[in-house]
């Protein structure tokens, strides 16, 4: 029946597509002034998506079988394993793909990926799509599909099970909504304040004010006086110059200069902001005003467990919701090692291990073995 369902509700979308559009405004989005590439020109961005998504896409991502016991063991022979551990598609590595696909929760607030199925039913490969190309809409069963336009300017229709879909935070429980786009007067501040910072240096820092003379000037002096000012004492590469005036030329600056307006401080806050929005500790994105090496290590590990672990469980839980059946839900699930994170330094493990082995909960082979060494009777 899920087949057949699947079948029918797939089905050509060259005639008008049927049901509701969750997407209706998302070329308004689009058009809006802050878009994810200027989001990301702004470095505080770049480098909380970056802290995000590269460190999740280089944590080992495991599908685990549950054995007796409560125990767990590695699925290595389920055909799941290799497209979560090592390449998910024939043009990109496990770590590529889920770079690109968290990032793009994180500046579009929603990621997808078609999901293709090898002659067993079992998921083969996922290959993403760009955001730019897919419409969410309700289909008549009140069920989502995903109109997707191709290469070629053709559009077809994925229904549910065809699409590996990671979401943001949702208001309609259908598509996410970026931090990007639910904070987005941050950005456009934090975007003018860096606009007003290359203006300013491009015009010339220093001598921006008044020429004032007693001679009366007709309006092609004048244009000419700017222009030779413009040409002689803008630009940084004339910063520093001495300006030389006529006679009876008198310069008299009348703007604020950068430390006046604050602008420094401004730009500053908008870092914590943006961090801010991303959950992200400011140590992890460079902003080291706060910060020194105590406190960095600990919101190191405030990183991994305040911002990172909603991702974290919002692609175990996808994996196990979309790529998994029913019957495999309950033998199998796919976790992430963050073990290695949270490690802290030589002395710290070192005391930790050795309670474990005096309590008895841990023995000098599992020891070894978390410390990446053979076991004793393989050395």
Known sequence: MKFLR???????TNQAPGGDSYWQDFSA????????????????VYACVAAISETIASLPLILYRRAAYDDRERATDHPLYRVLHDAPNEQQTALEFREQMQAAVLLRGNAFAEIRFGWDGQVRELVPIHNDRVNVIELDSGRLGYDVLDTKGRMHRLVAEEVFHLRHRSENGAVGVSPITAAREVLELALQERDHGV????NGTKLSGIL??????????????RDTWAQRYSDTANAGKTAVLGAGMEFKPVSMTLEDAEWIA?????????ARLFRVPPTVIGDLRHGNYSNSVE?????????????LAAWEQAISRQLLTEAGRR??????????????DSTTRAAFYERGIADGWLDVDEVRRLENLPARQAA
């Open 6 to 12: 699947r079948l029918f509700e797939r089905r050509s």
């Open 299 to 311: 919101m190191s590990r405030v990183f991994v467990t305040m911002t990172l672990r909603r991702h």
């Open 212 to 225: 004032q003379t007693p001679a009366h000037l007709s309006d092609a002096q004048l244009q000419s006086l």
């Open 266 to 274: 401004a730009r500053q806050f908008s870092v914590e902001e943006v």
């Open 199 to 202: 203006a300013t240096f491009r």
């Open 331 to 344: 033998t199998y699930f796919a976790e992430h090692s963050v073990e290695g994170l949270l490690r802290g």
């Open 29 to 44: 989005l689009r058009s809006n002034a802050v878009t994810p590439q200027k989001a990301e020109s702004i470095s505080a």
